[in-house]
């Protein structure tokens, strides 16, 4: 799993450490949002965490569905700004602004289980903080080292991860760090091209 590093890479403060913020934004994004996701567990954690008001969901992209269990969570507590729609282009700049994304998936479901999302890898390469929700293929990621892990399927545990963020937003910068080496050492481009050149060369003989 790659990205297109000449959007995806880090501001330049951004492998530094910072210190702690009064707003602290949470940020999300997809377009599908299919059941694998697990979008309504991300909203019932903004419900929970509706009474810190230092914590803002920015959630971009929707469908009909998705925009009325939007809404629905923002009439609950959630304070969540939605953002209809990003150029991809532009995505980088959202995820550069925010203080920890959210690259799950969530959900829980069987495929779930099996994906590593590719908005995980664009967060690390940007060298931004991320919760992975926990399953079959996330052994690379380590709790609190190079990501957040968290439970699928379980808002409450989501809620709880991200309060940890807020309240330990200097260990932030360490994750953010590490998470960038792990996207550095395990999903860049360099590391494809090896691989892919290894293939070759084995096939050519």
Known sequence: IGTDEKLFYPAKAALKKVKAKTKFR??????NMTPLHGL??????????GDNK???FVIAGSNKNTKKDIEAAKSLGARIKHIEWV???????????????LGGPFGATIQAQMVVTNKTTQFMACAKPVIVGKNKISKVFIDKKNCLLVAQ????????????????????STVANNGFQTYTNLFSQTVINKDCQLILNRLAN
């Not at 309504?40 to 965490?49: F, G, M, R």
């Not at 150029?87 to 994304?101: A, G, M, T, V, W």
């Not at 379980?154 to 200097?170: E, G």
């Open 153 to 172: 399927g379980n808002s409450q545990a989501l809620a709880n991860k991200i309060q940890w963020a807020f309240n330990n937003q200097k260990a932030l």
């Open 54 to 56: 230092q914590i803002e």
């Open 26 to 31: 949470v940020f999300y994004y997809g377009q």
């Open 40 to 49: 309504s567990y991300l909203l019932e954690a903004a419900v929970k965490l």
């Open 87 to 101: 150029d991809f282009n532009k995505l980088p700049n959202e995820i550069r602004k925010s203080d920890l994304c």
